[in-house]
């Protein structure tokens, strides 16, 4: 069966069918699923089955991978993948338990953050039936576009700082069990300033980059109007309209460009629900 992209009813995201990602892609069915990922923002995949070096010859096709700064939860075997899970073993995390919260945009903390991400469904939690550890999926450029055209004159221009220790400190707020950064990864992950909307290296698109999991602040700006601001674009972003949620199976790959969109994971799952995925990322360059 020839690769067919079937898209989503709505702004985000197309289901790719005739796909095997056990088998390697000829070149011309590699350029169709770019250009797909670029147009659509987030592919999926049902019913897949690789191994590690299936997946990681799969998303070469897309770019060079990123090894994660927390290596605690990289793959033992693979570095270029990195563990989601809620899963312990001799007490310890086997991956990242913090499967993304709060909505964000993969690696917003770096001063090239990641072009994208692919996921791997391994294991996915349920109850009754009903699948548990669904992901949404937003379009910071349909969002973008909706506003309104003084607005986003207003925005276009500003510049915002980015930390992933700002990520952490909320999750501690939340979360007194959760890991925090070691010395080492705060010295590699400072602060970076980025613009608050971004422009798509393929497309030209523009979409909002300031998220709820990275973003400080906003240069410039009095922190009262700074924090009014964040909060208006993080909330215009998560509307129902410009999302995709999905609900997850077992055999699920997904994969999303990082540029013009956020994501957001539902924890409402907990031991003995187990969730295993394995992620690659996808180098990328910085924000303009």
Known sequence: MALQIQP??????????????S???AEAEQQLLIDAWSKYSVLVFRDQMVTPEQFMRFSRYFGDLEIHVLEQYLHREHPEIFVVSNILEDGKNIGT??????????LSYLAEPSRGSILYAIEIPEDDGKTLGNTLWASTAAAYEALPSATRDSIDTLKAEYSLGNRFNKLAEDDTQHIEMT??????????IHPVVRTHPVTGRRGILVNEGHTTHIQGLPADESRALLEKLWAQCAKDEFTYRHEWQVGDVVMWDNTLTQHLAICDYALPQRRLLHRTTITGDRPH
């Open 183 to 192: 010395d080492e990864q705060k010295a590699k992950t400072p602060s970076v």
């Open 8 to 21: 989503f009813d709505g702004v985000i995201g197309a289901e790719v069918l005739g796909a095997d990602l």
């Open 97 to 106: 338990p913090d499967a993304g919260r709060y909505w964000h945009t993969d």
């Open 23 to 25: 088998q390697a892609f």
